[in-house]
């Protein structure tokens, strides 16, 4: 067991102290988790394979899933990326520091741990002013995957990471709540046309705008190019149910048949009403920016509950909301949906 630290940061502006012991952590090969605007991250030296062998110990996360490196400045893109393509450059000045992740061909000096064995690496410049500062002040890439235990929600605030990783790390720097709340979009540069392996809150048609042409490539017959998406992913403890496209009256309905079994949770936008003990309701807005930003918290939370089921309204799966709803299908064991639009 570690003593994991918490030490709370001034988001827009960490303090000087809280970043230099965080790196000097990272140099000596231990791990710090760092709010990111998407979600927290546990980060670790990247160029160290033994300190990237203690992010997959403490996460459980299966080897065969690579991490992104997290860069401060583009002079270390360098440090990790064999060639950088002009797309890279093109979509680096458009939404870096930001929520994209390029996959791009490795340098040999990377681990093979990092990359999962893998001849390409995946690289972001996050914009949290605690994410940058940290890495500079380490002065190295740095590997960061979402800091929750694997097959966890992501962490989006300090909170859940202690609650995941508490006791196995060695400090977590508290900047708050995440602004985004889930992962970065991946978009793999090395096939013609550029891939989208993951979605995210930068969109597939900002991306196209870049470098035009863009190949979806989060559709099952793909998923063997995104090792990260293969696995279970984002799962509370209780079964999840994904509502599509009912009326608050239809979701209503479901809610009372599935309280004669137990107790159930509502997660959604819609009011539903019901005179029960057992029924709970976490009430989200309903654009996607709202349950990007709350989503994961409400599921963690749903959890504490101990519902047999967890009920969640999907949302339109357009633009930012198709990130959405990409979460959303890999936590859920089953959908209702309803044809009519
Ligand atoms: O927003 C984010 O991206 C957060 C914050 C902390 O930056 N990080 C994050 O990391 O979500 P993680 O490890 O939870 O997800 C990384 C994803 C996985 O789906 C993984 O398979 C994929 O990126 N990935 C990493 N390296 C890859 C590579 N070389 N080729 C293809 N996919 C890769
Ligand atoms: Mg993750």
């Given at each position: 067991m570690l003593d994991t630290t918490i030490v709370k940061v001034d988001p827009e502006h960490p303090e000087r102290s809280a970043i230099n012991a965080a790196a000097e952590i990272i140099r000596r090969g231990g791990l710090v988790a760092f709010p990111t605007e998407t979600v927290y991250g546990l980060g670790a030296d990247a160029m160290n394979t033994?300190?990237?062998?203690?992010?997959?110990?403490?996460?459980?996360?299966?080897?065969d899933n690579p991490l992104i490196v997290h860069i401060g400045d583009r002079e270390m893109l360098s440090r990790v990326a064999a060639?950088?393509?002009?797309?890279?450059?093109?979509?680096?000045?458009?939404?870096?520091?930001?929520p994209l992740t390029v996959v791009l061909k490795r340098r040999l000096e990377v681990p093979e741990l990092v990359t999962a064995g893998l001849a390409t690496v995946a690289v972001r410049m996050p914009k949290n002013p605690?994410?940058?500062?940290?890495?500079?002040?380490?002065?190295?890439?740095?590997?960061?995957?979402?800091?929750?235990?694997?097959?966890?929600?992501?962490?989006?605030r300090a909170a859940h990471v202690a609650a995941d990783l508490g006791g196995l790390i060695d400090m977590i720097l508290d900047g708050g709540t995440t602004r985004i709340g889930i992962e970065s979009t991946v978009i793999d540069l090395t096939t013609e046309p550029p891939a989208i392996l993951r979605?995210?809150?930068?969109?597939?048609?900002?991306?196209?705008?870049?470098?035009?042409?863009?190949?979806?490539?989060?559709?099952t017959q793909h998923l063997w190019r995104s090792p990260g998406t293969r696995h279970r992913h984002y799962t509370p403890r209780a079964r999840v149910v994904l509502l599509e496209r009912l009326s608050p009256?239809?979701?209503?309905?479901?809610?009372?048949?599935?309280l004669k079994i137990g107790p159930v949770t509502f997660i959604g936008h819609s009011a539903v009403q019901l005179m029960d003990q057992s029924f709970t309701k976490v009430r989200l807005g309903c654009t996607a920016g709202d349950y990007a930003h709350s989503i994961y918290s409400a599921l963690r939370a749903a959890d504490e509950t101990n519902p047999v089921v967890i009920l969640v309204e999907g949302i339109d799966d357009q633009n930012e909301g198709a990130a959405v709803m990409d979460r959303l299908r890999r936590a859920a064991s089953e959908t209702i949906a309803s044809e009519k639009g």
């Amino acid at each position: 067991m570690l003593d994991t630290t918490i030490v709370k940061v001034d988001p827009e502006h960490p303090e000087r102290s809280a970043i230099n012991a965080a790196a000097e952590i990272i140099r000596r090969g231990g791990l710090v988790a760092f709010p990111t605007e998407t979600v927290y991250g546990l980060g670790a030296d990247a160029m160290n394979t033994e300190s990237v062998e203690r992010v997959f110990v403490a996460k459980g996360r299966p080897a065969d899933n690579p991490l992104i490196v997290h860069i401060g400045d583009r002079e270390m893109l360098s440090r990790v990326a064999a060639n950088v393509p002009r797309q890279a450059e093109l979509l680096a000045d458009r939404f870096w520091p930001g929520p994209l992740t390029v996959v791009l061909k490795r340098r040999l000096e990377v681990p093979e741990l990092v990359t999962a064995g893998l001849a390409t690496v995946a690289v972001r410049m996050p914009k949290n002013p605690t994410a940058v500062e940290l890495i500079r002040a380490a002065d190295t890439p740095v590997a960061a995957p979402s800091a929750n235990t694997s097959g966890r929600p992501s962490p989006t605030r300090a909170a859940h990471v202690a609650a995941d990783l508490g006791g196995l790390i060695d400090m977590i720097l508290d900047g708050g709540t995440t602004r985004i709340g889930i992962e970065s979009t991946v978009i793999d540069l090395t096939t013609e046309p550029p891939a989208i392996l993951r979605p995210g809150w930068i969109t597939r048609e900002s991306l196209a705008e870049v470098v035009g042409r863009v190949e979806d490539a989060t559709t099952t017959q793909h998923l063997w190019r995104s090792p990260g998406t293969r696995h279970r992913h984002y799962t509370p403890r209780a079964r999840v149910v994904l509502l599509e496209r009912l009326s608050p009256d239809e979701i209503r309905r479901i809610c009372a048949d599935l309280l004669k079994i137990g107790p159930v949770t509502f997660i959604g936008h819609s009011a539903v009403q019901l005179m029960d003990q057992s029924f709970t309701k976490v009430r989200l807005g309903c654009t996607a920016g709202d349950y990007a930003h709350s989503i994961y918290s409400a599921l963690r939370a749903a959890d504490e509950t101990n519902p047999v089921v967890i009920l969640v309204e999907g949302i339109d799966d357009q633009n930012e909301g198709a990130a959405v709803m990409d979460r959303l299908r890999r936590a859920a064991s089953e959908t209702i949906a309803s044809e009519k639009g």
